[in-house]
Antibody, heavy 115, light 107 residues
Framework: EVQLVQSGAEVKKPGESLKISCKGS????????IGWVRQVPGKGLEWMGM????????KYSPSFQGQVTISADKSINTAYLQWSSLKASDTAIYYC????????WGQGTLVTVSS | DIQMTQSPSSLSASVGDRVTITCRAS??????LAWFQQKPGKAPKSLIY???SLQSGVPSKFSGSGSGTDFTLTISSLQPEDFATYYC?????????FGPGTKVDIK
């Protein structure tokens, strides 16, 4: 069974750094793209970018390029989304999903940025 | 970027109704179109990929059609568990983009 399990909710202050994770199981992790999606509470879905863990090829939406970093460690079947300096506007739920067609999703990680 | 639009933005329907949601791409995307269902407080769930392929485990009352720029999601007989928000997404070209969503609620 394909599963994506994300790290737990985070509460951070503006300017702090953060790295959240998405661990895949039940399939060959290195051979499927993993994407990240943002959802501000009460709003729609925004595609942020994706990574191919087998080669670390990465694609970003221009809206998020330079704002976040997507990475992966295929040795532990885990993808990451990180920020170097959080803003209040980064408050959202972040989902990971497998495949370019996003057929399998993680449960989401709520990130709250507040002073 | 390819812009995705959905219509209607919301609809009210009764149990047993046939419901159709439309998704339009600002340029041709072949059949690289997915549909998702999201219920409050839950992660999105894949329903359809490649415009018309049913995701494993999804009931056959859901169907998708279309290619190029115009696509539809049909629910053949709406059930209480189908009241949710539905999103389309294109994955033909970067950046991949979602439609704004269609909220389906109870009449």
């Amino acid at each position: 069974e394909v599963q994506l399990v994300q790290s737990g909710a985070e509460v951070k202050k503006p300017g702090e750094s953060l790295k959240i994770s998405c661990k895949g199981s039940g399939y060959s992790f290195a051979t499927y793209w993993i994407g990240w999606v943002r959802q501000v509470p009460g709003k729609g879905l925004e595609w942020m970018g994706m990574i191919y863990p087998g080669g670390s090829n990465t694609k970003y939406s221009p809206s998020f390029q330079g704002q976040v970093t997507i990475s992966a460690d295929k040795s532990i079947n885990t993808a990451y989304l990180q920020w170097s300096s959080l803003k209040a506007s980064d408050t959202a739920i972040y989902y990971c999903a497998r495949d370019t067609s996003m057929r399998y999703w993680g449960q989401g990680t709520l990130v709250t940025v507040s002073s | 970027d390819i812009q995705m639009t959905q219509s209607p933005s919301s609809l009210s329907a009764s149990v047993g109704d046939r419901v159709t949601i439309t998704c339009r791409a600002s340029q041709g995307i072949y059949n690289y179109l997915a549909w998702f269902q999201q219920k409050p407080g839950k992660a999105p769930k894949s329903l359809i990929y490649d415009a018309s392929s049913l995701q494993s485990g999804v009931p056959s009352k859901f169907s998708g059609s279309g290619s190029g720029t115009d696509f539809t999601l049909t629910i053949s007989s709406l059930q209480p568990e189908d009241f949710a928000t539905y999103y389309c997404q294109q994955y033909n070209s970067y950046p991949f983009t979602f439609g704004p969503g269609t909220k389906v609620d109870i009449k």
